[in-house]
């Protein structure tokens, strides 16, 4: 029979094999595919996935400066000014802070605002309020305001096109107390932030109006006038003059300037605002810190090439220092004689 697989051939025994089943056949390529496509479809799957979240932590990591600084102030706190003097070109995007720096006269505002300026991202314009025909009314001390605020002021400060923080120093006796009422206004509407700079030692301060005054008609170095110095030697020739304090009104002098610095943080106690001491600037360089965090800056190093000009006891430096001593002895400012800054 056909069927039969075994049959004899000139005395030899001949067997077929079974012949295959191409059904199985097919079965075994396929699943041996299906496997393969698996394995290769998992392993590319992975390198994916590890790709992506490589590509989300960086992501994460790079961000542009105006929201780290969104978390630290309130946005509203940011503007975008837009000079007309000016093209503020790429950074026109970069959003800018608005601050003042309300102060006394011989208190540290100067070597203060020398160490903001040395921050690459602030521009703090001095004493604008300086000249009369700027604060004779509040009209005048506005539009003087806006041309601070959009950037149009210039002098040696100045960095506008990139500035993160833009300002000016504005001392108490300088039309800010008269008109305040308005300047409250104007700093809460456009969003100012204030930063209060006091001194503490009122005795010492009084010596340093006493000689800076001195110097303005005896100009002691080389017939110049300087309110601030810059080398030891300076400091040196200025501090030899000991001036001579009116012991019979000190004590309500003393009194006249705590009044003023209190009325000022009554007036601007609604805007947002910091209160700094010379004292403790002097002593604690991390306070710089809290200054920059307050204006939204990135941290840095800042210097001042200022020199202290009065060191050392009081006693120094005052003329009739038993007198003054004997005058605030048993009184709230006795600690005035004692302290160093």
Not at 241 to 265: G, V, W
Not at 286 to 307: A, N, R, W
């Amino acid at each position: 029979m056909v069927e039969d697989v075994c049959f004899f051939h000139k005395d030899i025994l001949v067997i077929k094999p079974p012949m295959k089943s191409p059904t199985l056949l097919r079965m075994a390529v396929l699943v041996f595919s299906v496997v393969c496509g698996i394995f290769i479809f998992s392993v590319c799957l992975k390198q994916i996935s590890t790709q992506a979240r490589t590509n989300f932590v960086e992501f994460n990591v790079v961000e542009k400066p105006y929201q780290s600084r969104m978390r630290l102030i309130n946005i509203s706190y940011l503007h975008y000014p837009k000079p007309v003097s000016f093209n503020r070109n790429e950074c026109s995007h970069n959003p800018v802070l608005f601050f003042a720096i309300l102060s006394n006269q011989r208190s540290g505002s100067g070597w203060f605002e020398t160490l903001l300026n040395s921050h690459i991202n602030v521009s703090s314009n001095g004493e604008v309020f300086s000249a009369k025909e700027r604060r004779q009314n509040a009209s005048s001390i506005i539009q003087t305001l806006d041309r601070v605020y959009n950037l149009d002021w210039f002098n040696s400060a100045s960095k506008n096109e990139c500035s993160a923080a833009t300002g000016l120093k504005w001392m108490l006796n300088q039309g800010v107390m008269e008109h305040h009422k308005e300047v409250v206004e104007y700093f809460n509407r456009r969003s100012v932030s204030v930063i209060f700079l006091f001194r503490r030692n009122l005795l010492r301060r009084m010596v340093s109006m006493h000689a800076n005054s001195y110097d303005r008609y005896a100009k002691l170095l080389n017939g110049t006038h300087k309110s601030h110095v810059h080398s030891p030697e300076e400091a040196d020739i200025l501090s030899r003059y000991k001036p001579t304090i009116n012991s019979t009104s000190l004590l309500d002098d003393l009194k006249d300037m705590e009044k003023r610095a209190t009325n000022a943080l009554e007036y601007f106690n609604s805007t947002r605002h910091m209160i700094l001491y010379y004292e403790d600037l002097m002593r604690n360089r991390t306070k710089l810190k809290d200054v920059q965090e307050f204006l939204g800056l990135p941290p840095m190093e800042l210097s001042s090439c200022q020199v202290k000009i009065h060191k050392g006891p009081l006693s120094d430096h005052i003329q009739n220092w038993d007198e003054v001593n004997k005058t605030l002895r048993g009184t709230a400012y006795e600690s005035f004689l004692e302290a160093d800054y």
